[in-house]
């Protein structure tokens, strides 16, 4: 991901995803794309989650908000990667939502 006010050796601070009012472009090395994530969510492979670790985790710090993003001309709103238990009969189908 890549933000112009940030050093490009520099993780992005939380804030500079919150402040993507318009939406953030996905980025097209990401493990998933948000076309193929149902609205109920979905569980990310370890190995997905490996190849995106950096941008999953930023996402995972504002689960309470979600992000907006824009893929292929269109706009997704509230994506944010939660953690689940999915050992647990009650745990949601989901990873990324």
Avoid at 3 to 24: I, Q, T
Avoid at 38 to 56: N, T
Avoid at 68 to 94: M, N
């Amino acid at each position: 991901m890549y933000f112009p006010y940030v050093h490009k050796d520099e993780a992005p601070a939380l804030s500079h995803l919150l402040e993507a009012r318009n939406g953030l472009l996905w980025p097209a090395d990401a493990s998933l794309r948000l076309a193929d994530v149902p609205p109920e969510g979905l569980a990310i492979a370890s190995e997905k989650f490996a190849r995106s670790e950096r941008l999953y985790r930023e996402l995972y710090a504002t689960a309470a908000y979600g992000v907006r993003f824009v893929e292929g001309g269109f706009v997704y709103e509230g994506v944010r990667v939660l953690r689940t238990d999915a050992d647990t009969e009650s745990a949601p189908a989901g990873g990324v939502r």
